[in-house]
């Protein structure tokens, strides 16, 4: 197991650089409910007392239900500044105009991709007006199979979480004496009704963090995790430009 009082140490330390680099004096995250950015925001918190959460639901019932109620639970412990923007009107408003001059269908995978993006045009939007750096709150096992949306959740300026699995999250979440709640759902996204991440990806996180801890876990698992890894691997490169790469 890590050391999480050093580990908490030097993540407040190298936050603290990332700000300094910047030249920002605050920092601004998407308060989701779940365990990533609660352990996001109380690094940063503790890194920066000018940190604020924006709780962002989005057309799913449990955004403004069980997440909007742990999110919130989580700042009032650690005291961090949170406000809320509903944009479910704005996902709307796009997909009808979309819809106008398209003439295919939405995939649902379109559609559920556009609340991340439009959360981190949000996010982007009042880091940039106030000065502040915009954390990401991707693990590690999400970042290694690609499990977030390109350009949405996997665009930010710094992640203090990004070498943590989700195992580690949970110890470092348990070492924090965060909300019990947060250490016990099953982890979600949030993107629709009854989305779980294991459902979804069709992995288990155990098996996860085994493969990236030891190289290796059940075969059906490390099959598919190699595979989802290898499919994603767009989402961790730049962008190709002509003349450059």
């Known amino acids: ?9 030097a993540r407040v330390k190298w936050i603290q650089e990332r700000l300094e680099d910047a030249h920002c004096s605050g920092i601004v995250y998407g308060n989701s409910g779940g365990k990533d ?33 742990d999110g919130l639970e989580v700042a009032e412990q650690f005291g961090i500044e949170t406000r809320t923007i509903d944009l479910t009107e ?3 408003t796009l997909i009808d105009q979309i819809k106008k001059c398209n003439p295919n269908e939405m995939t649902d995978a379109a559609i ?16 940039q007006s106030e000065g502040r750096l915009v954390a990401g709150t991707g693990n590690r096992d999400e970042l290694y199979v690609g499990y977030y949306t390109k350009y949405g959740d996997g665009g930010t300026d710094f992640n203090p979480i990004a070498d943590l699995t989700v195992g580690e999250v949970y110890e470092f979440l348990e070492y924090l004496d965060a909300p019990i709640n947060i250490r016990t759902k099953a982890p979600s996204a949030g993107l629709f009704e009854g989305q779980t991440d294991e459902a979804e990806m069709g992995i288990k996180y155990a098996d996860l963090d085994e493969f990236l801890l030891t190289g290796k876990t059940n075969p059906e698992a490390q099959e598919k995790i190699e595979r989802m890894h290898a499919r994603s691997e767009h989402k961790r490169i730049g962008i190709r430009l002509y003349g450059v790469n």
């Open 112 to 127: 559920s991709n556009m609340a991340p993006r439009l959360r981190m045009t949000t996010l982007y939007t009042i880091g």
């Open 90 to 92: 704005t996902r709307q």
């Open 37 to 69: 950015s609660a352990l996001v925001g109380i690094l940063c918190k503790k890194a920066c007392d000018n940190t604020v959460g924006i709780i962002l639901p989005c057309a799913s019932k449990r955004n403004f239900g069980e997440d909007m109620k």
């Open 1 to 9: 197991m890590r050391d999480y009082k050093l580990e908490l140490e």
